[in-house]
């Protein structure tokens, strides 16, 4: 199959998401795949040239060996406002370019603005269009302004689309609510790879990197470092002296509002380090530094962005055995539950007290059973055959 993607955040500097796994993996048995993206992060890297430059290339895998794709950026203008204006004309250019000389099977689309014209051009060519909903996505505007009218086409598009999947069930209700017609959605999972997150044999040596004593217990997060996201609160704590006592610290790999705040909180610790930031880290390094952790932790507050997603961290996480405190998100609860490695609390300020009393009540290791339990049948391999089944049953259907 020929499969175009379209999406608006970077594919090289984002992620491995969903979109990653789904389309390296079905690169890697032979389907041709073309994504569109959009360079998202060009404000906070000071890039304000008039022009970017349109880049083609291979795309390197981030999630195995042999999954490259073709990445296509089209040319914007760097300047506020007018980026989502101008990727409105070129990116519909190359759009209608791709639908002439790609000409796709199929077109699975990520994104808002150039997701609308995807799907147009999808229904005007006869071609079948997904649409694949991983997070809500007209509340991560940067500009409040346009919100609604982003949720405005979000709702469009999913109506629009011969077929909208979510990545869990709080999310379908969501697509739902937005316009999309119940019999023509679909669920798609994240998966995982367990036998990669196996990496035991790492822990002393990251530990060790780390400085931590072979009685410390290492709290662990990882991600974009949103405002909301709950570890800076966290973090102050320890610092104030929450946990030293017992041995608590706390390990953060990511970037994104909080680092200047976070970095400045980490230089002002008095005694022993008792929280570590790290930039990114390899995808290859992750498995290490999950098998030097004892605890996983999602604190984000109970915010309208947070509410229906379920990142594929938490897979990840549990897939390496460990135990998992969450805030009580509605798309975390209704897609673990409870016995499956995963205990909630009310916030932020809730998740130390938590994990002493994991800590001391010896829970540690059965949680993180049956965390690796619940996983058992959610491979990726296993993912992606559903997803792939999916794509051929609607280009069948369309010849």
Known sequence: M???VVQES??????????????????????????????????????FATFSRRIIRQAASKTIPDGEVTLVRPVFVRLPI????????????????????FKPDVVVCFGILNAMTALSKGRRNRIPTIYYVIDEL??????????????????????SANLVIS???????????????????????????????KADKDRERIRAGLKAKSNDILIFFMGWLYEFSGVYEVAEQLVEGKGREENLRLLIIGKGELENRLRNLERSQKYLSQFTLLDWQPYDEI????????????????????????????????????????????????????GNGVVFVDGPGDVLNEALRLVKSNQ??????????YLENSSWHTRVDEFEAILIGMCKNNS
């Open 82 to 101: 007018l980026d989502y204006l101008s990727s409105l004309f070129f990116h519909r250019r190359e759009l209608s370019r791709l639908f002439k000389e």
């Open 138 to 159: 007209h509340r991560l505007v940067p500009e409040k302004a346009f919100r609604q009218l982003a949720k405005i086409i979000e709702c469009r598009n999913m109506a």
């Open 287 to 338: 498995p290490s530094y999950l098998a030097a952790s004892d605890i996983c932790i999602l604190p984000a507050y109970k915010n309208e962005i947070m509410r229906n997603i379920v990142p594929i961290k938490i897979y990840e996480y549990l897939a390496a055995g460990k135990p998992v405190i969450s805030t009580e998100l509605h798309g975390i609860m209704l897609e673990f539950g409870s």
């Open 364 to 373: 540690l290791g059965i949680l993180g059973e049956q965390g690796r339990r």
């Open 167 to 197: 990545i869990n069930e709080a999310l379908r209700e969501y697509t739902i609510e937005m316009g999309a017609t119940r019999n023509k959605t679909a669920v798609v999972r994240a998966g995982i790879d367990i036998e990669r997150f």
């Open 10 to 47: 970077d594919w090289i500097e984002k992620g491995p998401h969903q979109s990653h796994h789904l389309m390296e993996r079905l690169s890697a048995r032979g389907h041709e795949i073309i994504v569109v993206d959009f360079e998202i992060e060009w404000r906070k890297r000071g890039d």
């Open 2 to 4: 020929r499969i175009l």
